[in-house]
């Protein structure tokens, strides 16, 4: 299929236009004009880049890409080798990041309950409300995650309780959980932990679990790249590349 007709496709079914993000949302590198094997991956590192080339892919869609508010715009060193291990195969590069967390069906939120197998009760901007099917103890929710996910979690307590309604963010979202903790979940779920995040836990009673951001939000991108594949016949593959954070 043509790349501006994927591109335009996700660019509508994901509502990018509704989103003021941190980088370019959509096509960010612009390689071959048709798009037959579509490699999909979390971050675009310089491993998924090669291992994109391995299988002859045509485009990447990631979810974290380039150009982030805030960075230096030259491109040299690190930056410039993955801009030119791209542009010398032809390959195209395509990104979405707050509209691919968002997004009520493959969005990363909601994939993170679909595996898990959670309740969802409503959203708060990009924080997810929920619930266990049944009540269960931290512990046990904690190991459930991560053998789910393949992850390590990290839990926080914070009280002497169960749990069973939820909240949960994926990715880099430790500051809502002010915002979980008045919605009244009992624990708070998502990739990262900050410093402040383990005085928060205790002292607003709420249960604090950093699933990891990359184990967080492996299925988002795996979702839409599977949907593109049905959609307009084309070959599909999800590169997950290691990382433990």
């Not at 390959?91 to 691919?100: D, E, F, G, Q």
């Not at 924080?127 to 789910?148: A, F, K, N």
Request: aromatic share 8%; charged share 20%; hydrophobic share 45%.
């Amino acid at each position: 299929m043509k790349l501006y007709e994927l591109t335009r496709f996700c660019h509508d079914y994901l509502a990018v236009d509704a989103f003021t993000d941190y980088c370019p949302n959509g096509l960010q590198v612009e390689g071959k004009s048709n798009v037959n094997r579509l490699v999909t991956g979390v971050s675009a590192n310089l491993d998924l880049i090669d291992a994109a080339i391995a299988v002859e892919a045509d485009a990447i869609l990631v979810h974290h890409g380039y150009f982030w508010k805030g960075e230096a715009q030259p491109l040299v060193g690190y930056k410039a080798e993955r801009i030119r291990r791209l542009m010398q195969h032809d390959i195209s590069l395509i990104a979405y990041h707050l509209p691919l967390d968002a997004h009520l069906t493959v969005g990363n939120n909601a994939q993170l309950a679909m595996q898990m197998g959670w309740v969802v009760t409503g959203q708060d901007e990009l924080l997810w409300l929920g619930e266990l099917r049944q009540v269960s103890s931290i512990d046990q929710l904690t190991d459930d995650l991560g053998e789910t996910i393949d992850s390590n979690p990290f839990l926080i307590y914070g009280g002497d309780h169960d749990v069973q309604r939820l909240a949960w963010c994926t990715g880099a979202a430790q500051s809502a959980i002010e915002k979980a903790a008045e919605h009244g979940a009992d624990v708070f779920v998502s990739g990262e932990i900050s410093e402040q995040t383990v005085h928060l836990a205790k002292e607003l009673g709420i249960h604090f679990i950093a699933a990891g951001h990359h184990a967080t939000e492996r299925y988002g991108v795996q979702a839409l790249g599977e949907l593109l594949a049905n959609r307009f016949n084309i070959q599909h593959q999800f590169i997950d590349i290691e990382n433990p954070v």
